[in-house]
């Protein structure tokens, strides 16, 4: 069985042996930029590539402010620390989502809500938050209080799942409406923009992630979105050990991170930023393809949804039932082509059994049938 999608991916990616679900590409400038960071001794957290990396992104993602980070993950901790969060107060998320969100949260020592997804997006869904808020929220003195747990609900992270915009505007103004700070998790969806803005600058801030897996890799990477300056410079102070600026003196002001981006890891990411553009071209010639073969299959190949453009990062299909997507898991791996399903819910794993969820139908419903199939890049 499956074999016609085998023979078929076999012939995307024209080679034997086992096909990866996703490998980074280095045709560019990677090696002479990193030969430069090296010969300028500039390796590690100061250098001109990091700059040249924020403003690079600023301008394509129309973010006024960058912060680089060493990775998604720890944008996310510091996005989250800004919005003043604390102990025991409260974040809405989505369970269909790669654990760190969810680890950032509680980073914070703060505790993850979560709430259905729309089966479309496979993002938070606007009409789950709304109901979920209606019924158990209540704004007072400009902070929205949980009617269960008596504790604030402080920011919501939604998520741009495999780079599909979710209905981010909608949340926004349910956000907005129960005074809820919207930090955007858009690691998977640089490239993606939703009612042509790109993801991860609708709310207060957004992170993207640049580990190997990503569109575009650093080896490892991330960045802060925002376009509130204040904010811009604490994130900017907190990720670089809150060191005061000064010539020779080494002094710092509060208790910070060493979360700044690398300048080696920045090189790498330079050169590939150059090729993003045609990376996204690449990305959405393979989906088409997809797009066109899965046409007459029994299961679902997963489009950019309504007023998006998806950056296709990594291709999903949507088989019958469990039964079906054990079985084509089974096949297709054992034939040597890289195939997985979506994550195990957050809200069944361990650390978060106890946490509060509204209703998850459509979440449990994609759990159960979503699976990947490989999207690298394909070399012209
Ligand atoms: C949805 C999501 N959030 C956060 C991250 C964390 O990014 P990083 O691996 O760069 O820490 C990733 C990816 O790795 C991700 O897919």
Avoid at 271 to 279: G, V
Wanted: proline share 3%; with cysteine; charged share 20%.
């Amino acid at each position: 069985m499956f074999d016609d999608v085998v023979d078929f991916v076999r012939g995307i990616y024209g080679k034997e042996g086992v096909i990866p679900l996703h490998e980074p590409l280095f045709i560019g400038n990677e090696k002479k930029y990193i030969n430069e960071s090296i010969d300028s001794t500039y390796v590690s957290s100061v250098g001109k590539f990091v700059n040249i990396l924020e403003s690079r992104i600023a301008e394509y993602t129309g973010s006024k402010f960058v912060i680089a980070t060493i990775n998604g993950t720890s944008a996310l901790h510091i996005s989250l620390l800004l919005s003043n969060l604390s102990q025991e107060d409260e974040v809405i998320t989505q369970p269909l989502t790669f654990i760190a969100t969810c680890n950032a949260i509680c980073y914070c020592g703060a505790n993850p809500i979560f709430i259905d997804v729309d089966k479309e997006t496979m993002g938070l869904s606007p009409d789950s938050l709304n109901l979920f808020l209606s019924e158990h929220a209540i704004v007072k003195n400009n902070r929205c209080l949980n009617k269960i747990t008596g504790k604030v609900i402080k920011a919501c992270i939604p998520m741009h799942t495999f780079g599909h915009s979710c209905r981010i505007s909608e949340i926004k103004e349910i956000c907005d409406k129960y005074k809820i700070v919207l930090i955007e998790d858009a690691a998977e969806s640089l490239g993606s923009f939703y009612k042509n803005k790109h993801t991860g600058t609708f709310g207060q801030m957004g992170v993207l992630s640049f580990n190997g897996n990503k569109i575009i890799t650093g080896g490892g990477g991330g960045c802060i979105l925002t376009d509130d300056e204040i904010l811009a410079k604490k994130a900017r102070h907190l990720t670089t050990t809150a060191k005061v600026a000064h010539k020779w003196k080494y002094t710092h002001d509060m208790i910070g991170y060493n979360y700044r981006m690398p300048n080696i890891n920045a090189a790498l990411l330079v050169a590939q930023f150059e090729r993003l553009e045609n990376f996204l071209i690449n990305k959405r010639e393979i989906a088409m393809a997809y797009k066109g073969f899965f046409k007459d299959k029994s299961y679902r190949f997963v489009e950019e949804p309504a007023n998006s453009q998806s950056n296709y990062w990594l291709n999903a299909i949507i088989l019958k039932d469990k039964e079906e997507r054990d079985l084509f898991l089974h096949e297709t791996n054992l034939k040597g082509v890289t195939t997985r399903p979506i994550w195990t819910l957050m809200n069944e794993l361990i650390m978060f059994q106890d946490c509060q969820s509204g209703e998850l139908p459509n979440t449990e419903w994609l759990e159960q049938r979503v699976v990947n199939i490989p999207s690298s890049m394909v070399i012209k």
